[in-house]
């Protein structure tokens, strides 16, 4: 069990509607309530999602969204573009560590909301703790794939934008 402040310390807010932790972070309703969160994005391997259910489940408080691939794995734009469409009011997302998986998720609905890359980058970066990131530094902690996922991502988007 974590205490209060060792829960705070693993989630970090990056814009008022958008939270990124651990995975361990999922299972306290009552501190995801007064922050206000009503949807909860996992980001985890189909294994890690069976693991972490048991051990630390999401309440049925939440709508639980799951988007499942590994970090060396490509995502489909269409299907990270569902996922960022339907966030709620207030979501959490999560892969195991908040580190990689989440933190693509988590930039692609900032690209979705209209933020630019680079402003969407930073962003994440300093709200999550890290140095101030620029593209020309492959963010830091995020790996190639992932940032491959968010080009691709960005693309597809800008897209779909134009044929609507």
């Given at each position: ?35 206000g ?22 309440s ?85 794939q ?19």
């Amino acid at each position: 069990m974590l205490t209060y402040e060792q829960w705070q310390a693993r989630i970090s807010q990056i814009t008022p509607e958008l939270y990124v932790s651990e995975v361990v972070c999922r299972a306290y309703e009552p501190w995801l309530l007064r922050f206000g969160i009503d949807t909860i994005v996992s980001v985890l391997t189909p294994e890690a999602e069976v693991q972490y259910d048991k051990s630390a489940p999401v309440s049925a408080a939440f709508k639980h969204l799951t988007l499942n691939y590994a970090d060396g794995d490509p995502i489909d734009p269409a299907a990270l573009l569902a996922i960022v469409e339907s966030f709620g009011k207030v979501t959490l997302v999560h892969c195991i560590s908040g580190a990689n998986r989440s933190t693509c998720v988590a930039i692609a609905r900032l690209l979705y909301l209209g933020v630019d890359p680079i402003t969407a980058c930073h962003t994440y970066w300093t709200k999550r703790g890290a140095q101030t990131a620029t593209v020309y530094q492959a963010v830091p902690r995020m790996s190639r794939q992932m940032l491959a996922n968010l080009v691709d991502f960005y693309a597809y988007l800008n897209e779909t934008k134009r044929s609507r």
